[in-house]
Structure formats: structure tokens, C-alpha cells
């Protein structure tokens, strides 16, 4: 039993990084119209600057601000550089320049920082033992970053006018616009968002794991079916779909093995896809 619950514990941190980054995939989808592949190497941007600042002043949450900040940074690029010119093309056109993207960040990653493995210097701390079920404490730090970047989205999308007018593009992009919403504006807001949301998942994974050039990508499967199955464009589905399937995958890993556990969410995808496309939460497009 201890072991099952440490096991659920790894999955709801697990499940924290695939639900920030389905949050930010499907960000994007309610307003931009078009699932964005470059999600997960924008992740591994922020990783990495994180790992890199973190190294150089001796602090993690410096580190990871500037991983933010660079995530943030990114994303504004894409949409200013590629995603702008595209607006108004189908959501295939965008996809195919978001896997572009995704590839050329990854290249300019491996050139500059090489491809074998890096991990965070974290300082060593005994793991706290509650009923023979141990705890790391830095999980509890990823469980408040994890909240406090949740927070600054809802806090942002419900209680300022910028969210309100994301929210109103997304539900009726044409009546937005005659009702004197600045596209422009909007996009920007959402590109600065989902690019922050990004590389703070990006950070807490690589904090979890090691960083690598291929982290990101190989997370991009899992928070798309977590995206899918919380709802497509539903800020709140995202997440819970995200910490179930990463729980899900932590769990079923003693029968299925460390390998083949990222098969679940290859199976949740088809399942949801045939059974309910529309998610879990119901909700058709847009963010509510």
C-alpha cells in the first residue's frame, strides 16, 4: 500500500506538468482556433534558461522566472514572426507552422546546450515518512508553483478586462470584433500567457526529471489527450485531465512498465476521440 500511494503521489505531480501544459494548448485552441505543437519545446526552452540562471545565481526561483519570462518571450516571437501572417489561413496551415516551430526550437536547444543530460542542483533533504509513505519536500514547492501559476491564469482570464476579452473573442471572435476588441491585443495577451504556462511546466518537469533537448516533445502527447479529453478549449478540463492521466500513467506503471506507460494516454486519446470527442467537460471550443 505505501508504495501504491507514493506511486499516486508521483502521478499528481506528474499530472501538475501535463495539466499546465494541456492549459496552455487549449488556451490556444479557444482563442487562436489551432493546437499548437510547438507547446512542448517552448517547455524545454524555459527548462532550460530556468537550469542555466538557476546555475549562475544559486537560485531555482530566479531561475525559473526567467524561464517564464523566456517562454513568454518565445511565444510573443512565434505569433509576431509566423502566427500573425497566418491568421485568417485553416488551423491545418497552423499546425504544420507550429510543428515548424517546434522543430527549429529544438535545433537551436541541441546546438546551444548539446543533448546529453542536465539536472537541477537542488540541495539533498530527507524525505518526510507519514504511515510508511515517504514525501519529497520538493514536491510540495512544485505543488505551490503549480498553484500560484494556476492562480495568475484564472485570476487573469475571470477578473481583468484582458481576460474578458479573451474570453469574448473565444466565444464570438466576429461580434468581439465589432464591439471594438483589439485583436491584436488579445493575441498578444494569449501568446504571453500560454508561453509563460509552458515553461513554468517545463521547469517544474525538467525539476522532476532531467532536461533534455526531446522533454518537451515527448510530454506533447500526453497534455494534447489531456486537451481532448478535458474539453477542447476548456481551461479547467485541462487541468483536471491532466492530473488524471498523469496519475493514471504513474499507476499503471508496476503493469505496464516505465517505458510503455505514456500508452495510456495514446489510449485515452482514441478512447475519448471514438467515444465522447467532445471531453469529459462537455464544452465544444472556446474558452468560457
Same mark, same amino acid.
Given at each position: 500500500?505505501?508504495?501504491?500511494?507514493?506511486?499516486?503521489?508521483?502521478?499528481?505531480?506528474?499530472?501538475?506538468?501535463?495539466?499546465?501544459?494541456?492549459?496552455?494548448?487549449?488556451?490556444?485552441?479557444?482563442?487562436?482556433?489551432?493546437?499548437?505543437?510547438?507547446?512542448?519545446?517552448?517547455?524545454?526552452?524555459?527548462?532550460? $534558461? +530556468?537550469l542555466? !540562471?538557476? *546555475?549562475?545565481?544559486? =537560485?531555482?526561483?530566479? %531561475?525559473?522566472?526567467? &524561464?517564464?519570462l /523566456?517562454?513568454?518571450?518565445?511565444?510573443?516571437?512565434?505569433y509576431l514572426?509566423?502566427?500573425r501572417?497566418?491568421?485568417?489561413?485553416?488551423?491545418?496551415?497552423?499546425l504544420?507552422?507550429?510543428?515548424?516551430?517546434a522543430?527549429?526550437?529544438?535545433?537551436?536547444?541541441?546546438?546551444?546546450?548539446g543533448?546529453?543530460?542536465?539536472?537541477?542542483?537542488?540541495?539533498?533533504?530527507?524525505?518526510?515518512?507519514?504511515?510508511?509513505?515517504?514525501?519529497?519536500?520538493?514536491?510540495?514547492?512544485?505543488?505551490?508553483?503549480?498553484?500560484?501559476?494556476?492562480?495568475v491564469?484564472?485570476?487573469?482570464?475571470?477578473?481583468?478586462?484582458?481576460?474578458r476579452?479573451?474570453?469574448?473573442?473565444?466565444?464570438d471572435?466576429?461580434?468581439?470584433?465589432?464591439?471594438?476588441?483589439?485583436?491584436?491585443?488579445?493575441m $498578444? +495577451?494569449?501568446? !504571453?500567457? *500560454?508561453?509563460?504556462? =509552458?515553461?513554468?511546466? %517545463?521547469?517544474?518537469? &525538467?525539476?522532476? /526529471?532531467?532536461?533534455?533537448?526531446?522533454?518537451?516533445?515527448?510530454?506533447?502527447?500526453?497534455?494534447?489527450?489531456?486537451?481532448?479529453?478535458?474539453?477542447?478549449?476548456?481551461?479547467?478540463?485541462?487541468?483536471?485531465?491532466?492530473?488524471?492521466?498523469?496519475?493514471?500513467?504513474?499507476?499503471a506503471?508496476?503493469?505496464?512498465?516505465?517505458?510503455?506507460?505514456?500508452?495510456?494516454?495514446?489510449?485515452?486519446?482514441?478512447?475519448?476521440?471514438?467515444?465522447?470527442?467532445?471531453?469529459?467537460?462537455?464544452?465544444?471550443?472556446?474558452?468560457?
Amino acid at each position: 500500500m505505501p508504495a501504491f500511494a507514493e506511486l499516486f503521489i508521483g502521478g499528481l505531480m506528474s499530472g501538475l506538468v501535463v495539466g499546465l501544459s494541456a492549459l496552455a494548448i487549449t488556451l490556444v485552441f479557444g482563442i487562436a482556433r489551432f493546437p499548437n505543437a510547438a507547446t512542448g519545446d517552448v517547455m524545454t526552452a524555459g527548462a532550460y $534558461i +530556468a537550469l542555466s !540562471v538557476a *546555475a549562475l545565481t544559486d =537560485s531555482v526561483i530566479i %531561475g525559473g522566472l526567467f &524561464g517564464a519570462l /523566456t517562454g513568454g518571450a518565445l511565444a510573443i516571437l512565434a505569433y509576431l514572426l509566423v502566427f500573425r501572417k497566418l491568421s485568417g489561413r485553416s488551423s491545418v496551415t497552423n499546425l504544420l507552422a507550429s510543428i515548424g516551430i517546434a522543430f527549429f526550437l529544438r535545433a537551436v536547444i541541441g546546438v546551444g546546450f548539446g543533448h546529453q543530460q542536465q539536472v537541477f542542483q537542488l540541495p539533498l533533504e530527507r524525505p518526510w515518512r507519514i504511515l510508511d509513505v515517504r514525501f519529497q519536500p520538493a514536491d510540495l514547492n512544485l505543488v505551490i508553483v503549480a498553484v500560484i501559476a494556476l492562480s495568475v491564469v484564472f485570476l487573469i482570464l475571470y477578473a481583468t478586462p484582458i481576460g474578458r476579452c479573451m474570453r469574448a473573442v473565444a466565444d464570438d471572435p466576429g461580434l468581439a470584433k465589432v464591439s471594438g476588441i483589439s485583436p491584436s491585443r488579445i493575441m $498578444i +495577451a494569449l501568446w !504571453v500567457l *500560454a508561453g509563460s504556462v =509552458s515553461a513554468v511546466a %517545463g521547469v517544474m518537469y &525538467g525539476i522532476k /526529471t532531467v532536461v533534455t533537448p526531446e522533454m518537451g516533445w515527448d510530454m506533447l502527447l500526453p497534455a494534447f489527450a489531456a486537451a481532448i479529453l478535458g474539453g477542447i478549449g476548456n481551461p479547467v478540463g485541462a487541468i483536471c485531465a491532466g492530473i488524471l492521466l498523469g496519475t493514471l500513467q504513474e499507476v499503471a506503471t508496476p503493469l505496464v512498465g516505465f517505458t510503455y506507460k505514456i500508452a495510456i494516454s495514446f489510449f485515452v486519446l482514441l478512447l475519448v476521440l471514438l467515444v465522447r470527442p467532445r471531453g469529459l467537460f462537455g464544452q465544444i471550443e472556446g474558452v468560457r
